[in-house]
C-alpha cells in the first residue's frame, strides 16, 4: 500500500543556491527577477534563523571580502613602548631583545624578522599619521586667517 502525502503537508525540497555569473543565456530581465526574488527569500529565511545582529554581521563579513587579519592592539601597543623606551633605535637588535624579553611571540629563526617588520608597519603608519594631522593643522591655520581677515574686511 502507497501512502502519498498531499502537497501542502510535504516538507518542500531544498534546492541548491545557484547564482551562476551572468551569460547570454542566463542574462535576461526574466531570470534576474527570478534570482532577486530567491535571494531575496533567502535573505529573509537567514534573518529569521540566526536573528536580526548576527545577520547584519554576516552580510558586512560578506561584503567585505578578504581585508586581511585584524589587528593585534596589545602586541602592537607593547611593540611602541617597547621601542620608545629602547636607548640604541637599532631595529635588527631590537627585534632580537624583544623576542627574548617575549618568549610567546616566538623562539623560531623568523620570529625576530616577524617583529622587525611589524615595528617597520607601526613606524610607518605613525609617521603617516604625523603628516596628516600636520596637513590638517596647516589647513586650518589657513582657514583661521582667511576668516581672520573676512571679520576684520567689513563696512562699518
Known sequence: MMFKLPPRLAVPRMQPLTFA????????PEARAKAERDAKANLREMDRYF??????????EISKGGQGNTPDEERNARIRAEWKE????NMSLFA????????DEGSGRKAH??????????????QREAEDDAEREREYQEAVRSRGSLVGSGTK
Open 21 to 28: 555569473p551572468p551569460s547570454v543565456m542566463n542574462d535576461t
Open 113 to 126: 624578522t616577524k617583529v622587525r617588520g611589524q615595528l617597520k608597519r607601526l613606524l610607518k603608519d605613525e
Open 96 to 103: 632580537r631583545e624583544y623576542c627574548d624579553r617575549h618568549p
Open 86 to 89: 629602547c636607548p640604541h633605535k
Open 51 to 60: 536573528g536580526r545582529e548576527k545577520f547584519k554581521e554576516l552580510v558586512q
